[in-house]
């Protein structure tokens, strides 16, 4: 059977983009937690972060994020940061944006307060900058803000990460991993009709499949552990680290994954102040993640390098809405840490749901399944992590009913799901090998 969706082609894309702040978490304007880092930044850095990504991908466009701290010090530090960052932008069509409240604006934050500090941020940057940001740098957005954003001419936002569950401030697991519209309802779920947002919405990192089944982190195992920068090569012995990097970018950029979905996408952000941190631990640290970049670049010569901004007006020439998506995400375990070796993870990803299906020793499992059907409402009370969307079955197995599933035993009792597969992936070799599995 031949699917009924079939993927626009866009190619292989990879988003970069970084922040610039004063302290750690500026949770809001005048709060801010854990480390103060204005030693970390200087203009000297940015200049040469900017430099060692152009050396690697020539043509390669930066999205730059700058929180409220480093966006209104008056400092001689800030003040030379924000003046090279506006000479980068006219020189290389890179953006400047905001970043609110340290990824987990809403944790702190009303809607209301959320969506002030945005549109002054904005207005800030449009008139330092000469650009009017057409991004948001977000980490996790409430979708009222991002409906708001969209108002203030924001048409993509990176405003979910991928997975997170049990790290950071905020948990954000539930959602699909490609760019998809949101709706007004949760910002995890694809929005249908009216009740979609018309802003493009972005993960914030590319995570290994396998690893991001576990929850947290500890000193054996990172379920962020991918192409975070932070979760390899500032933490994994060299060789490991690379082998993790590569290994990750190729589930995506190989020709399996760009013809099934018409994109390859790979998406980090490096802070600044962690790459300052990175230095200071190795002074070739920077040197090997521009490697890893260069060997991208090597590897897929095809590869662009757009904004976040550019990306998701890309996606968006070739997405009008939802209702095509059927994203098919695979990877083999990297044999790093909680990537085991020997297991394969394949998730489906659909605007009604996602299915995630485990293969190991010749036996498929269902670990997580996510409708998107239910009424899912977002957390209204400052001060709540949990933002998660758990559907049926979750990948992070911190309820009894997580525990894994036979895929035929799955199919058999949720056939409407088979259905949905059959007309949206019938064509798919990976569909019929866990299908004979079962």
Known sequence: MTPSFEPPTLGRRLTLNTVVRRHQIE??????????????????????????VREAIPGA?????????????????YRDIRRLLAEIVRETGDDVTFVPGGFFANLYGTRDEVATDIADALERVADEMGVQPGSLVAGFLSADNIARARERGVRTVQGNIWSQFDIDLQDGDGSIAYPYYPSRRHFLVPGRGTDRVDAVQLDGWTVDLVAARSAGMSSDYNSRLGLGPIETLHRLPRADALRELEATSRAHLDHRNVERNGLGWLTVN??????????????????????????????????????????????????ADNEDLAYLLQQEGSGIQASRAGET??????????LGVAETEGRAEVFD????TTDAREPVELGDRRWSLFGEINQKRTRPQDEPVPFGRFLTTHQDVDVALAQRYGAAPELARLRALA
């Open 270 to 319: 490096y802070e600044i102040s962690e790459v300052a941190r990175g230095l200071e631990t190795d002074a070739g640290m920077l040197g090997a993640w521009a490697g890893w970049l260069r060997w991208l670049a090597a590897e897929w010569p095809d590869l662009e390098v757009p904004t976040i901004g550019a990306f998701g007006e890309q996606w968006r020439s070739t997405h």
């Open 27 to 52: 949770a809001t304007r005048t709060r801010s937690l854990w480390d103060d880092e204005s030693e970390l930044h200087s203009a000297q850095l940015v200049e040469r972060f900017s430099r060692a």
């Open 369 to 372: 399944f996510t409708p998107y």
């Open 61 to 77: 466009r930066l999205t730059w994020a700058l929180s409220w701290g480093a966006l209104t010090d008056e400092s001689a530090r």
């Open 345 to 354: 993870v394949t998730w489906f990803m659909t605007a009604d749901f996602r």
